[in-house]
């Protein structure tokens, strides 16, 4: 782990002393900012008949921004967790259709549909231990880029990524994080938040409390995936063709893990109700 956070602080290091500048740093409240963020790309195709109907059919009875954020973000969350391996070719639309999502993926889809409705969104990218995978896959690696939602409400950003994981599998997921005393794994933080309610930052993947799973690097704001990744000065975290190649079986042991894990809380929950 040592290594890796080393290495990921060289990388930093080296991006500020070429002056390479941040996403982020188009996060200040300045003029045109808040447009900045409310753009159709061709991943976030929120002009697609399924995405906009449903953010108007969510929304629609709703009268503040606040309110359309978290019930946008309870939507989003209640859609199964599950790895999609080709998210930088993936839109919204098209998470729509497969009926489930990653962080990557369900971040985007989370964007989409708060821009739909002319809430300000973004992606967030940081640099995460992979040890909140563990129980779930052995990347190969101690770290891995991770995306967040950060949404602009009443002049302030909220970030949170509480979307990513499914109730059913984050109750599960915790309930075994507990029974083994561990913080961290089966793709949760064990005292992450597990809700938003708008009014605050909330984190599943990590907390605050524990300064081990916080994040390594954060290489700041975009409006895509496919935008941040190819952004040159992201080309250290481009996966190669054999990653991505492995990445892809990988993805199918990761999801039928998870189901079972899923199963199990499901069967749990309706045990308690008889």
Not at 63 to 68: L, Y
Not at 212 to 228: E, K, N, Q, T
Not at 256 to 265: A, C, H, L, V, Y
Request: glycine share 8%.
């Amino acid at each position: 782990m040592a290594k890796n956070v080393c290495f990921a602080k060289v990388i930093e290091m080296l991006r500020n002393s070429l002056g390479i500048v941040h996403p982020a740093g188009l996060e200040l409240n300045r003029p045109g900012t808040r447009d900045a963020w409310l753009g159709e790309t061709q991943q976030l195709d929120f002009g697609v008949s399924n995405v906009r109907i449903l953010a108007t059919r969510l929304t629609q009875l709703l009268h503040t921004e606040r309110s359309k954020a978290v019930v946008i973000h309870d939507h989003v969350k209640g859609l199964p967790f599950a790895c999609v391996p080709d998210f930088i070719h993936t839109s919204a639309s098209e998470v729509l259709k497969l009926g489930h999502g990653d962080c990557h993926t369900k971040g985007l889809l989370m964007v989409a549909l708060l821009r739909a409705v002319a809430i300000p969104a973004r992606l967030r990218f940081v640099t995460l231990s992979t040890r909140f995978l563990s129980g779930l896959i052995d990347t190969g690696s101690q770290t891995m880029t991770h995306a967040m939602t950060e949404v602009l409400l009443e002049g302030r950003w909220y970030q949170i990524d509480t979307y990513v994981v499914d109730p059913t599998l984050s109750r599960e997921a915790r309930e075994q994080l507990f029974a083994r005393e561990q913080k961290l794994g089966l793709g949760v933080h064990a005292y992450g938040d597990q809700d938003w309610n708008g009014l605050h930052d909330a984190h599943a993947q990590y907390a605050e409390s524990d300064s081990d799973s916080l994040p390594v690097v954060d290489w700041g704001v975009d409006h895509d995936p496919a935008h941040f990744y190819a952004d040159e000065s992201h080309a250290a975290l481009r996966r190669t063709f054999g990653v991505r190649m492995k990445w892809v079986l990988g993805a199918h042991l990761v999801n039928r893990k998870i189901e079972q894990i899923r199963r199990r809380g499901d069967s749990a929950l309706m045990g308690s109700m008889f």
